[in-house]
């Protein structure tokens, strides 16, 4: 398996640009999260979707801040309009349907610059 | 909601030494699992080591331990006869038992290896 797959791996963009980051999980895990790293904050859990839907999207930071999953293999995080204080390494996650399993996947994250 | 800290931002120890990285968390619930992670430079999310709540026995992984006091909410790690290679930060990690919950890191701890 190729594990969770992030695009891009940086993105460098200016203020009020819209930018869309992509992730594909692993094959078969039906529970899917979005993660924000900073320096001071940590990994901050922004989103986390069970079988495509939304459950908890209380790390939100803002509406500038919009995720979708459209469907089992595919999920989005859009940031619209972005400004400096956005810039962090973003992280996609999976975790299997497995229960005995709670081991978290991540991918490779992307790098974000919002100048 | 469920909590983790981690007090201790940067640490550094002697290649061969032994150094404990500490945490602690805030929970009502009883049964969750405590869990640790590396993250190298190259940003890729490692599972060290997990620890089940209803298991008194401390969890080890090679030269991997963890302290697990239930009772206090702590949870640290101690890594013996410390390599250059466990240079990384290191992320302790909550996650409630059962149903498909979300998990929870602290800030990290970065962990410098000195030759």
């Known amino acids: 398996d190729a594990g969770v797959i992030q695009s891009p791996r940086h993105e460098v963009t200016e203020m009020g640009q819209e930018v869309t980051l992509r992730c594909k999980p692993i094959?078969?895990?039906?529970?899917l999260f979005w993660y924000r790293q900073t320096m001071m904050r940590g990994l901050e859990l922004l989103i986390y979707?069970?079988?495509?839907?939304?459950?908890?999207d209380s790390g939100m930071p803002e509406d500038r801040f919009s995720a979708k999953m459209p469907n089992a293999s595919f999920s989005t995080l859009k940031i619209q309009p972005s400004e400096p204080r956005d810039s962090a390494v973003y992280f996609c996650?999976?975790?299997?349907?497995?229960?005995?399993?709670?081991?978290?996947?991540f991918g490779s994250g992307t790098q974000l610059s919002v100048l | 909601a469920q909590t983790v800290t981690q007090s201790q931002p940067e640490m550094s120890v002697q290649e061969a030494e032994t150094v404990t990285l500490s945490c602690t968390y805030d929970t009502s619930e009883n049964n969750y699992y405590l869990f640790w992670y590396k993250q190298p430079p190259s940003r890729q999310m490692i599972l060290v080591i997990r620890q089940e709540a209803y298991k008194q026995q401390n969890a080890t992984e090679n030269r991997f331990s963890v302290n697990f006091q239930k009772a206090a909410k702590s949870f640290s790690l101690k890594i013996s006869d410390s390599q250059l290679g466990d240079t990384a930060m290191y992320f302790c990690a909550f996650l409630l038992w059962g149903g498909y919950q979300k998990v929870t890191f602290g800030t990290g701890t970065k962990l410098q290896v000195i030759p």
């Open positions: 979707f069970n079988n495509n839907v939304p459950i908890d």
């Open positions: 094959s078969g895990h039906n529970s």
């Open positions: 996650a999976s975790r299997p349907r497995d229960a005995t399993n709670e081991k978290l996947f």
